[in-house]
């Protein structure tokens, strides 16, 4: 990167004149920058000199004014990786791009870079990559990479077959010289011809590899491999070719090695394939055509052709092709491929419908809503598919190692070679020992040891209906000892209906009920809901409102004729007198939330409305506990009210009467005690709170809010999920914790056998070729993972 550059940087927040001059004057005072900020286009030009200020600090000069710079993401699909060398030189080399934060992950093949907006575009970041020696190209919404997978085991298929075919006999050769047989019955012209065009052909990935590396001033496992085999491979010519009939020839190594590697690559890009089989079905469930209506006819067009608005019938057995409004009809409908729930949920009109759901009974008239890339379904393929992209923190330290492996183990080689001459081992004997130090040594089991578990384990959770946003959420979640769980729709059903109202003064009961639904119009809180359904169902016409006023937490307020009228909890509501406090008594010990109704601050009456618990509440509880989560419940309702829920839920902890702003100062509460902390909600009213926790899960029916801002969104409103989502993340982090294990373990024994001649250089690359096999395999056990039944392998 040059020293000196000029870069536009977009400006977030200014209001004025007066913010740009301000910028403007903070970055002038770095060393080395020349800055002017334009308020109407909203950016600085700026000249920096990158020896005395760094983009960092420039862009948390911009930051500490309190303005924003706003950010830009994008992925790039990579090819020509090998293993997690190459991972760790392409996201090097894209991290020295101007503001450029990179993540690469060598299980997907993908790059996920963010910058400043309009500071890089793709065609930069591409050529950086493939400067590198690698190929990339920009990621589109067809995610599933399904057909270039297939393509290229296909091709590792058919390289494995033909050089299997030119090895078998250079291996027969082996055997039968370890069986004790004596002589050489194929003659070595005929070894040399066999060996070539394994190491030449079928072998030029690893020096097209080792070259692109060494070009870029890395070194990756084609290194190793490409160092190894032409090692055995060039004496073993050079003994030929002079005819040194007394020296052993090691083509049978070359050639076996190369041989297993590939063998190794094709397993490995099968397994791989497997990870990522989620995302396939889910795209699978999205139907090809749609039955569009169209004045009165219907029509068979392909789902592309879809557009917002359209009418769509849908029979039954048949999925539906688009996030929409049921108009007319009534069906059940399999909604288990975004919920998780087996169980058919009904629906009639005005009800939500999504893409990809299955109408088992009945057929519904749905006016279409979201199509294509907008859907519900594409939405969540997008989520899975950046999260399964997304690095665990538990990764640092296997990127870190990898990062110096193939030189490590390239000096270990030399060193072994070296000590073998000096001990007199001979020169041919101790150049197979540093061989087999060379191919022993595998940096791919080590790279994908995490991301291949962490895939796996994303996968299966999205096919539950629990979507985390990330790995780290992912790994975040393994940890949590303390679950907050908001009462209202995660321990109840979220559907309070109005149980009973009790008159307070000489105020007909229609009266109390008529005021508190005039002022709670428009409201889409639960309990304001509630009051609306029973004015409706009582036949009750709603009241102009005239300066209305809300309190958060306490109530809301407004004029209704001559008299204002307030309706929120009994304490602010208006006085409460002895006979008063008596109602309130009875109706909390029934486990009944309050709304009083006070008509210039006189109490008139009381409504009691009531929330039932959710059946698998308790029993989700008892789980959670049982594992080793304590979950505390947090309230706005009043204390008695609270007590019974909890009792009912089996809640020990709980807290009431929290406002809303007080629910993330509790969360800390909870930290400062040195607890990890979870936080349950509904993605909106709960956002601070979801924020301050270590893990923020968001429950309602996967709404749209709910899965752009929480770590982990449950899309059904089930505590059960969350006992799953913390049993998925604890099973996920002990695979890769295994594999992290097996990584090393195999490494730390294999390279020291090989150094001391203990290994044939054969056996070597087929331990090298099969490290990485089986780490994706044991990641592949958390396939038969099941929610609510505990973990399987």
């Given at each position: 990167?040059?020293?000196?550059i000029?870069?536009?940087?977009?400006i977030g927040g200014?209001?004025?004149?007066?913010?740009?001059s301000?910028?403007e004057k903070?970055l002038?005072?770095?060393?080395?920058?020349s800055?002017?900020?334009?308020?109407?286009?909203e950016?600085?030009?700026?000249?920096v000199d990158?020896?005395q200020?760094?983009?960092?600090?420039?862009l948390?000069?911009?930051?500490?004014?309190g303005?924003?710079?706003?950010?830009?993401?994008?992925?790039?699909s990579?090819?020509?990786?090998s293993?997690?060398?190459?991972?760790?030189?392409?996201?090097?080399?894209l991290?020295?791009?101007?503001?450029?934060t990179?993540?690469?992950?060598v299980?997907t093949?993908v790059?996920?870079?963010?910058?400043?907006?309009?500071?890089?575009?793709?065609?930069?970041?591409?050529?950086?990559?493939?400067?590198?020696?690698?190929g990339?190209?920009l990621?589109?919404?067809a995610?599933?990479?399904?057909?270039?997978?297939?393509?290229?085991?296909?091709?590792?298929r058919?390289?494995f077959?033909l050089?299997?075919?030119?090895?078998?006999?250079?291996?027969?050769?082996?055997?039968?010289m370890?069986?004790?047989?004596h002589g050489?019955?194929?003659p070595?012209?005929?070894?040399?011809?066999?060996?070539?065009?394994?190491q030449?052909?079928?072998?030029?990935?690893?020096?097209?590899?080792a070259?692109?590396?060494?070009?870029?001033?890395?070194?990756?496992?084609?290194?190793?491999?490409?160092?190894g085999?032409?090692t055995?491979y060039?004496?073993?010519s050079?003994?030929?070719?002079?005819?040194?009939?007394?020296r052993?020839?090691?083509?049978e190594?070359?050639?076996?090695?190369?041989?297993l590697v590939?063998l190794?690559?094709?397993?490995e890009?099968?397994?791989?394939?497997k990870?990522?089989?989620?995302?396939?079905?889910?795209?699978?469930?999205?139907?090809?055509?749609?039955r569009v209506?169209?004045e009165?006819?219907?029509r068979?067009?392909?789902?592309?052709?879809?557009k917002?608005g359209d009418?769509?019938?849908?029979?039954?057995?048949?999925?539906?092709?688009?996030?929409?409004?049921?108009?007319?009809?009534?069906?059940?409908?399999?909604?288990s491929m975004l919920?998780?729930?087996?169980l058919?949920v009904?629906k009639?009109?005005?009800?939500?419908v999504?893409?990809?759901t299955?109408?088992?009974?009945?057929?519904?008239?749905?006016?279409?809503?979201?199509?294509?890339?907008?859907?519900?379904l594409?939405?969540?393929?997008?989520?899975?598919?950046?999260?399964?992209?997304?690095?665990?923190?538990?990764?640092?330290?296997?990127?870190?190692i990898a990062?110096?492996?193939?030189?490590a183990?390239v000096?270990?080689?030399v060193?072994?070679?070296?000590?073998?001459?000096?001990?007199?081992?001979?020169?041919?004997?101790?150049?197979?020992?540093?061989?087999?130090v060379?191919?022993?040594?595998?940096p791919?089991?080590?790279?994908?040891?995490t991301?291949?578990?962490?895939?796996?384990?994303?996968?299966?959770?999205?096919?539950?209906?629990?979507?985390?946003?990330?790995?780290?959420?992912?790994?975040?979640?393994?940890?949590i000892?303390?679950?907050?769980?908001?009462?209202?729709?995660?321990?109840?059903?979220?559907?309070?209906?109005?149980q009973q109202?009790v008159?307070?003064?000489?105020?007909?009961v229609?009266r109390?009920?008529?005021?508190?639904?005039?002022?709670?119009?428009?409201?889409?809180h639960?309990l304001a809901r509630?009051?609306l359904r029973?004015?409706?169902?009582?036949?009750?016409?709603?009241?102009?409102?005239?300066?209305?006023?809300?309190e958060?937490?306490?109530?809301?307020?407004g004029r209704?004729?001559d008299?204002?009228?307030?309706?929120?909890?009994?304490?602010?509501?208006?006085p409460?007198?002895?006979a008063?406090e008596?109602?309130?008594?009875?109706?909390a010990?029934?486990?009944?939330?309050?709304?009083?109704v006070?008509v210039?601050?006189?109490?008139?009456?009381?409504?009691?409305?009531?929330?039932?618990?959710?059946?698998?509440?308790?029993?989700?509880?008892?789980?959670?506990r049982?594992?080793?989560v304590?979950v505390?419940?947090?309230?706005?309702?009043?204390p008695?009210?609270?007590?019974?829920?909890?009792?009912?839920?089996?809640?020990?902890?709980?807290?009431?009467?929290?406002l809303?702003?007080?629910?993330?100062?509790?969360?800390?509460?909870?930290?400062?005690?040195?607890?990890?902390?979870?936080?349950v909600g509904?993605?909106v009213?709960?956002?601070?709170?979801l924020a301050?926790?270590?893990?923020?899960?968001?429950?309602?029916?996967?709404?749209?809010?709910?899965?752009?801002?929480?770590d982990?969104?449950?899309?059904h409103?089930?505590?059960?999920?969350?006992?799953d989502a913390?049993?998925?993340s604890r099973?996920?982090?002990?695979?890769?914790?295994?594999?992290?294990?097996?990584?090393f373990i195999?490494?730390?024994?294999?390279i020291?056998?090989?150094?001391?001649?203990?290994l044939?250089p054969?056996?070597?690359?087929a331990?090298?070729?099969?490290?990485?096999?089986?780490?994706?395999?044991?990641s592949?056990?958390?396939?038969?993972?099941?929610?609510?039944?505990?973990?399987?392998?």
């Amino acid at each position: 990167m040059d020293k000196h550059i000029d870069l536009s940087l977009p400006i977030g927040g200014m209001t004025c004149a007066a913010c740009a001059s301000r910028i403007e004057k903070q970055l002038n005072k770095r060393a080395g920058v020349s800055a002017s900020v334009n308020f109407a286009s909203e950016s600085a030009l700026i000249h920096v000199d990158l020896e005395q200020t760094s983009l960092t600090e420039l862009l948390a000069t911009v930051r500490k004014t309190g303005f924003t710079v706003p950010e830009s993401t994008i992925r790039l699909s990579l090819s020509g990786m090998s293993c997690a060398a190459c991972a760790a030189r392409i996201e090097k080399v894209l991290n020295r791009q101007p503001g450029a934060t990179a993540s690469v992950n060598v299980a997907t093949e993908v790059a996920e870079i963010r910058f400043p907006a309009g500071m890089l575009d793709a065609d930069t970041l591409i050529a950086a990559v493939e400067k590198a020696g690698y190929g990339a190209r920009l990621q589109t919404d067809a995610i599933d990479r399904g057909e270039e997978r297939a393509a290229q085991m296909h091709s590792d298929r058919t390289q494995f077959v033909l050089s299997a075919l030119l090895t078998l006999p250079l291996l027969a050769e082996m055997v039968a010289m370890m069986s004790g047989g004596h002589g050489e019955f194929l003659p070595r012209a005929l070894q040399w011809l066999l060996a070539t065009p394994v190491q030449f052909w079928f072998g030029r990935r690893f020096y097209k590899g080792a070259w692109h590396s060494l070009r870029g001033g890395a070194a990756n496992m084609d290194v190793l491999v490409a160092l190894g085999t032409t090692t055995a491979y060039g004496l073993s010519s050079v003994v030929t070719m002079f005819g040194w009939s007394e020296r052993h020839v090691y083509f049978e190594a070359s050639a076996a090695i190369i041989t297993l590697v590939i063998l190794g690559k094709w397993l490995e890009s099968r397994a791989k394939g497997k990870t990522s089989s989620a995302i396939a079905e889910l795209l699978k469930l999205q139907p090809r055509s749609a039955r569009v209506e169209v004045e009165g006819e219907l029509r068979e067009v392909p789902i592309t052709e879809l557009k917002t608005g359209d009418i769509v019938i849908v029979p039954h057995g048949e999925a539906i092709p688009v996030d929409g409004e049921v108009i007319a009809g009534r069906a059940a409908v399999d909604e288990s491929m975004l919920t998780g729930e087996s169980l058919p949920v009904e629906k009639a009109e005005g009800d939500r419908v999504y893409a990809a759901t299955n109408v088992q009974d009945g057929t519904l008239k749905c006016r279409a809503t979201s199509v294509g890339g907008q859907t519900q379904l594409a939405e969540i393929v997008r989520l899975v598919s950046a999260a399964q992209g997304s690095k665990a923190p538990i990764q640092r330290l296997a990127d870190r190692i990898a990062g110096v492996f193939v030189p490590a183990v390239v000096s270990i080689a030399v060193l072994t070679f070296a000590l073998s001459v000096a001990l007199g081992t001979g020169v041919a004997s101790s150049l197979i020992n540093a061989i087999a130090v060379l191919v022993i040594a595998c940096p791919c089991a080590l790279g994908l040891a995490t991301p291949t578990a962490v895939m796996v384990g994303i996968g299966r959770g999205a096919q539950h209906g629990i979507l985390f946003r990330n790995a780290a959420a992912l790994e975040h979640a393994e940890k949590i000892d303390v679950l907050v769980v908001d009462k209202t729709g995660t321990l109840t059903l979220g559907q309070p209906a109005v149980q009973q109202i009790v008159p307070c003064a000489d105020l007909p009961v229609g009266r109390i009920l008529q005021l508190a639904a005039s002022l709670e119009q428009g409201s889409e809180h639960p309990l304001a809901r509630a009051i609306l359904r029973a004015c409706q169902e009582a036949g009750e016409t709603l009241l102009a409102v005239e300066d209305f006023g809300t309190e958060p937490g306490r109530g809301i307020s407004g004029r209704i004729g001559d008299s204002r009228v307030r309706v929120g909890s009994p304490s602010w509501a208006g006085p409460v007198g002895a006979a008063d406090e008596a109602r309130i008594g009875e109706q909390a010990m029934l486990g009944r939330t309050l709304a009083a109704v006070s008509v210039d601050d006189r109490q008139v009456g009381l409504i009691a409305i009531a929330d039932a618990i959710r059946p698998s509440s308790r029993l989700a509880v008892e789980r959670l506990r049982q594992s080793g989560v304590e979950v505390v419940m947090m309230t706005g309702d009043n204390p008695a009210t609270a007590s019974v829920i909890a009792g009912l839920a089996g809640i020990e902890r709980y807290r009431a009467q929290v406002l809303p702003q007080d629910k993330a100062a509790f969360v800390r509460e909870l930290k400062q005690e040195g607890r990890h902390v979870a936080m349950v909600g509904d993605g909106v009213n709960d956002a601070p709170a979801l924020a301050a926790a270590d893990v923020g899960f968001a429950m309602g029916a996967g709404s749209h809010v709910a899965i752009e801002t929480a770590d982990v969104t449950i899309m059904h409103s089930d505590l059960l999920a969350v006992c799953d989502a913390i049993a998925l993340s604890r099973a996920t982090l002990s695979k890769i914790r295994q594999n992290l294990f097996f990584a090393f373990i195999y490494n730390i024994f294999g390279i020291p056998l090989a150094a001391l001649g203990m290994l044939n250089p054969v056996v070597a690359g087929a331990a090298m070729a099969m490290s990485s096999v089986s780490v994706v395999s044991n990641s592949l056990l958390l396939r038969r993972w099941r929610g609510r039944a505990g973990v399987a392998g």
